[in-house]
T-cell receptor
């Protein structure tokens, strides 16, 4: 099965600072998704990456997938308290997808 | 808002009772997934269903757990004879097809007392 490792497990940053969260797979990723979860709520879809070297941005969040398609990073620029939450990466196991597996999440705290 | 609707949001059951969790997918989505999230842990896959079919139930415990997605109505995750270890948040997600992003519901938090 696809194993996804996220690092760090938790992160505390001062408001305005940049940060990066990583997601590493034991196998080639055919579809990589980033979600955000607020405490006690469901997951909100952020971005999907499929091609090696692909990069997508939405507001102050940028996600990248490396050329080998085994590692993805999520970068937040000038963090704000609204960015706080749990970030999870999810991946499709193969080109025919099926169910996604998820990393254990990175808990982000942004101190005002 | 035509997102994934899960109910109830919170469910308390005594040991030995049955728990029924409901999930109405986004209109037009025919793929439904159930995940379990234990405290301080990530999402663990349970079952993947399409209308009237179980596609993958490799994450479902062999006993006491069952799932269905009938032709009409919501998907149901059923847990019989609940035990304390079943206490968790259960999330349902739907997608229009494979290889697309999921839309998640807000989850059902099951507490077994």
């Amino acid at each position: 099965s696809q194993e996804l490792e996220q690092s760090p497990q938790s992160l505390i940053v001062q408001e305005g600072k940049n940060l990066t969260i990583n997601c590493t797979s034991s196998k080639t990723l055919y579809g990589l998704y980033w979600y955000k979860q607020k405490y006690g709520e469901g997951l909100i879809f952020l971005m999907m990456l499929q091609k090696g070297g692909e990069e997508k941005s939405h507001e102050k969040i940028t996600a990248k997938l490396d050329e080998k398609k085994q590692q993805s990073s999520l970068h937040i620029t000038a963090s704000q308290p609204s960015h706080a939450g749990i970030y999870l990466c999810g991946a499709d196991p193969n080109t025919n997808a099926g169910k996604s597996t998820f990393g254990d999440g990175t808990t982000l705290t942004v101190k005002p | 808002n035509a997102g994934v609707m899960q109910n109830p949001r919170h469910l308390v059951r005594r040991r030995g009772q049955e728990a029924r969790l409901r999930c109405s997918p986004v209109k037009g989505h025919s793929h439904v997934y159930w995940y379990r999230q234990l405290p301080e842990e990530g999402l663990k896959f349970m079952v993947y269903l399409q209308k009237e079919n179980i596609i993958d139930e490799s994450g479902m415990p062999k006993e006491r757990f069952s799932a269905e997605f009938p032709k009409e109505g919501p998907s149901i995750l059923r847990i019989q004879q609940v035990v304390r270890g079943d206490s968790a948040a259960y999330f349902c997600a739907s997608s229009p097809s494979e290889g697309t992003a999921y839309t998640f519901g807000s989850g059902t938090r099951l507490t077994v007392v």
